[in-house]
Nanobody, 123 residues
Framework: QVQLVESGGGLVQSGDSLRLSCAASARTFSNYNMGWFRQAPGKEREFVAAISWYGTSTYYADSVKGRFTASRDNAKNTVYLQMDSLKPEDTAVYYC????????????????WGQGTQVTVSS
């Protein structure tokens, strides 16, 4: 079992930055690939970013590429999402998730989810 707790969301203006954190309870945190997803009101949950179990590989949705950066600190059981140049269309609830294997961009591949943190970007 893995428990995930996100933090760092908030209300910011367009062009600002935020860093989301996701703390994991698992002793074997370093065995999991970690993903970030978001869900805006009335929309499906969508892939944002993912980072491999050791942090050597990262993947991003086209909509955030060049603006968002995923990283992890396995010693702290924490994964991060640095979000720069935020836009109003980035407004959503952001979730972190953990998986052993499978498609990194598909929410169906992730077995464990956090409760989400709200990010609101005003224009």
């Amino acid at each position: 079992q893995v428990q995930l707790v996100e933090s760092g969301g908030g209300l910011v203006q367009s062009g600002d930055s935020l860093r989301l954190s996701c703390a994991a309870s698992a002793r074997t945190f370093s065995n999991y690939n970690m993903g970030w997803f978001r869900q805006a009101p009335g929309k499906e949950r969508e892939f944002v970013a993912a980072i491999s179990w050791y942090g050597t590989s990262t993947y991003y949705a086209d909509s955030v590429k060049g603006r968002f950066t995923a990283s992890r600190d396995n010693a702290k059981n924490t994964v991060y999402l640095q979000m720069d140049s935020l836009k109003p269309e980035d407004t959503a609830v952001y979730y972190c998730a953990a998986q052993f294997s499978g498609s990194l961009s598909s929410p169906l591949s992730y077995a464990y989810w956090g409760q989400g943190t709200q990010v609101t970007v005003s224009s």
